[in-house]
């Protein structure tokens, strides 16, 4: 079993001081006169913010995923996902977008310390015009906004950025029925349960909403 607090003290990462960072400052410019803020979940406890490594590592196991699959995470925090990927799915190739400057640096500085090739971390902002997705065959999303208009476009976006092309979301928040109303072409593929409520897995399978529409 995979102890949070035992692998982060392996990587030298410490949550908390980035936390306590965000709890000081979060009344600060940088974060209060930021759009995004009500969406950063700023000040929550890292075992309220973060996706176990358990559950990812088990999640990720239960994938299969084969070498040189192209997995982006949208909103990738303090990059739990791509440090799981480095430490134990080289083949995998990894991609961590983060808007938060403080959370990305902490991501980007273990990833490198631990030589991890195939996991890169950059700075996006989901919600302007003139951030471009990058494209990947999976995609993992926590909850990317609270306020389901801007959740809808960055959904819209996501296929967009796909056009035709076949890709699988994961997330945790965005049940069947919230996103059928948000984006019908994500089909519901299957869910993986853990230990606070199941991983949801859908599927944007661009053949099958050509025939649906033809029908």
Known sequence: M???SAV??????DPET??????KNQCDPEFALNPRIRDSWVGLASNVLNTSYQDLFD??????LPAGTRVVDLGSGFGRLGLVIGLGFAGLEFTGVECWQHRLQAAQEIAKKMQMSNVHFEHGDLLSGD???PEADIYFSYLTSSDPQSLKSILEKLIQTH?????RLVTKKVAPDLMNRLAPSLSLLKTHGNTLGPFFIYEHNPIS??????A
Request: net charge negative; charged share 25%; hydrophobic share 35%.
């Open 2 to 4: 995979l102890q949070d």
């Open 8 to 13: 982060d003290k392996l990587l030298g990462l």
């Open 18 to 23: 980035v936390i306590d960072y965000e709890r």
């Open 59 to 64: 999640l990720l196991t239960a994938l299969n």
């Open 131 to 133: 951030y471009q997705i």
């Open 163 to 167: 056009n035709r092309n076949y890709f």
């Open 209 to 214: 909403s050509i025939t649906e529409n033809q």
